[in-house]
């Protein structure tokens, strides 16, 4: 076990209740010795105690203290926590008669971090924990909570064993055949190409083709906003969020910097971005503004156009349109807010159509989705050799992308799996 950390694992002070966590070595006896008694609350029980300053015995608080003992806990070592008041001089004193006692206070992500390192999680539940954090959106909550439950890391250990399977009978074969036998050897690789490791490849293909999915929950889908200078642009904006985020004003060539503004479509997360208009200008901080609008709208996943010709119309008040899509074009007032609920429909149905519901996606962050295609490009490669050493090859090439894909596997334990299958002294 690593030496005792803690850390206010809370929201900031002052708040209602405030979670000091502690892990590491050792660290049931500072509990008890914070909280003046011989006797730990029962484990996963909360038990009210009083917090004590260790030189004087002082009260520092009223707390609930409660233990989490190794393995089973989150860091998978003895851990425990305080929830004390939530003022910033309770936090304050808590934390520093835990330095007194021998705690040093834990690096960002290091509960995690040990928590990884004692294998309770792979890296693709720590990559899910990190997002489901800052999950904004139902979605992305669903996604994030089926990830660090180990949807991946399920998905790649079965991965992980097929193709195990595969290389352990093709390197007996290797290994243990003599020069007679090479034509069994090729004979064998040849059949393994056919079954098993067609089975590998389709089930990595399917888990690619969510990549894009998972991709869009995480960083959210871009909509653009985009047209002339005074088109009502950043009017738009503000109706949409529903507040008032960018500035507004008769003079065209307001908008300068790109804004973005997070929307939820229907659970689905979105940035909405409001960009400056556009026009031939001489002023080089709006050459800029132009310069940056003109890119974003190029990255956007989609893009509403307020010019003349584009796909939005704006001031209906003035011209007397009906709200609503017709003519081709969606209609509009960002003044009065007519033909608003009709795009914000729309905008969901767009959403939806670019984010289907159902089956959480498997692949959610780039790291994995280029692990998993560097692991199914070399399985693609081992599909494609004719002589079983150089399919062997490939497919060591794929277990140490895998490997690195959970960050739990290197080349060792492999080769440990292949023989622990193998009875060697036959
Ligand atoms: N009547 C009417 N006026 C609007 C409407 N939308 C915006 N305006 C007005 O048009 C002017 C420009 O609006 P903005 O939202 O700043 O336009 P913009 O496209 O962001 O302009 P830039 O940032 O300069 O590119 C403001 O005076 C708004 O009040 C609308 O639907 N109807
Ligand atoms: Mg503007």
Not at 201 to 223: F, Q
Not at 376 to 381: E, I, N, R
Request: aromatic share 4%.
């Amino acid at each position: 076990m690593a030496a005792p950390i803690f850390a206010l694992s809370s929201g900031p002070p002052p708040a209602g209740v405030a979670v000091i966590r502690l892990s590491g070595e050792g660290v049931f006896d500072i509990v008890r010795q914070i909280s003046g008694s011989r006797r730990l609350p029962p484990t996963r029980e909360a038990r009210l105690r009083t917090l004590r300053r260790p030189h004087d015995q002082a009260p520092l608080d009223q707390a609930l203290v409660l233990i989490f003992p190794g393995p089973n806990s989150f860091t998978g070592e003895d851990s425990a926590e305080l929830h004390c008041h939530g003022s910033p001089a309770v936090v304050a004193a808590v934390q520093a008669a835990l330095s007194a006692l021998g705690a040093r206070p834990a690096e960002a992500g290091e509960f995690t971090r040990r928590a990884f390192e004692s294998g309770r999680l792979d890296l693709t539940q720590v990559e899910a924990l990190s997002d489901l954090i800052v999950a904004e959106t139902e979605l992305q909550r669903e996604t994030a909570l089926a990830q660090a439950g180990g949807r991946l890391r399920d998905l790649a250990d079965s991965w992980r064993d097929q193709l195990i399977g595969i290389m352990a009978e093709i390197e007996a074969q290797l290994d243990f055949s003599d020069e007679g036998d090479v034509e069994a050897s090729n004979v064998y690789a040849e059949r393994m190409r056919g079954g098993p490791l067609t089975r590998l490849v389709d089930s990595m293909e399917a888990a690619l083709h969510s990549a894009p999915v998972g991709e869009r929950i995480r960083h959210g889908l871009t909509i653009a906003v985009t047209g002339p200078p005074n088109a009502g642009k950043s009017s738009l904006i503000n109706a949409l969020a529903r507040r008032d985020v960018a500035i507004v004003t008769p003079h065209a060539g307001t908008t300068r910097d790109v804004i973005e503004v997070h929307l939820d479509l229907g659970g689905r997360p979105a940035i909405l971005l409001d960009t400056a208009g556009l026009r031939e200008t001489s002023d080089p901080i709006e050459a800029e503004g132009i310069a940056r609008a003109i890119a974003r709208a190029e990255s956007a996943d989609l893009v509403l156009n307020l010019a003349p010709g584009g796909n939005v119309v704006n001031r209906i008040d003035e011209t007397g349109e009906t709200p609503g899509f017709h003519s081709g074009r969606l209609h509009l007032s960002a003044r009065t807010g007519a033909g608003l609920a009709e795009l914000e429909a729309w905008l969901t149905e767009w959403a939806e159509d670019h984010i289907p519901s159902g089956e959480p996606p498997a692949i959610t962050t780039a790291r994995q989705q280029h692990l998993i295609a560097e692991a199914l490009g070399a399985l693609k490669s081992a599909q494609s050799k004719a002589d079983p050493v150089l399919t062997a090859e490939d497919l060591r090439a794929a277990a140490h992308a895998l490997g690195r894909l959970s960050g739990r596997i290197g080349p060792e334990v492999i080769l440990g799996a292949i023989f622990s299958r193998f009875c060697i002294g036959k």
